[in-house]
């Protein structure tokens, strides 16, 4: 088992930069795919990104704004978000599937608490 900790999220103007992290215990971190998710009120949580487990290659369904990375010694994730948006505002989570990767909702077995992401127009 793996207990993920999201960093604090914030508020955050259009077109500004923010980063989050994942900090995972427990089970060895590099077990697991690891993947950002994010969800608003009303809507289905959808993916953001996810990451192999030796971090050697990733799914976006937005690349050119979006980073996710990893740091296995380090037992963190990491999502970089580029040029915001208000529609990215929502509550973000972290998210890890024992699996070598994985881009689905129901793939992921452990998740972190959220931390919302304000972005102000």
């Known amino acids: 088992q793996v207990q993920l900790v999201e960093s604090e999220g914030g508020l955050v103007q259009a077109g500004g930069s923010l980063r989050l992290s994942c900090a995972a215990s427990?089970?060895?971190?590099?077990?697991?795919?690891m993947a950002w998710f994010r969800q608003t009120p009303g809507k289905e949580r959808e993916i953001v990104a996810a990451?192999?487990?030796?971090?050697?290659s990733a799914y976006y369904t937005d690349s050119r704004r979006f980073t996710i990375s990893r740091d296995n010694a380090k037992n963190t994730a990491y999502l970089q978000m580029n040029s915001l948006k208000p529609e990215d505002t929502a509550v973000y989570y972290c998210?890890?599937?024992?699996?070598?990767?994985?881009?689905?909702?129901?793939?992921?077995?452990?998740w972190g608490q959220g931390t919302q992401v304000t972005v102000s127009s």
């Open positions: 998210a890890a599937a024992m699996v070598q990767t994985a881009t689905k909702l129901h793939e992921y077995d452990y």
């Open positions: 427990g089970r060895t971190f590099s077990s697991y795919a």
């Open positions: 990451i192999r487990r030796t971090g050697s």
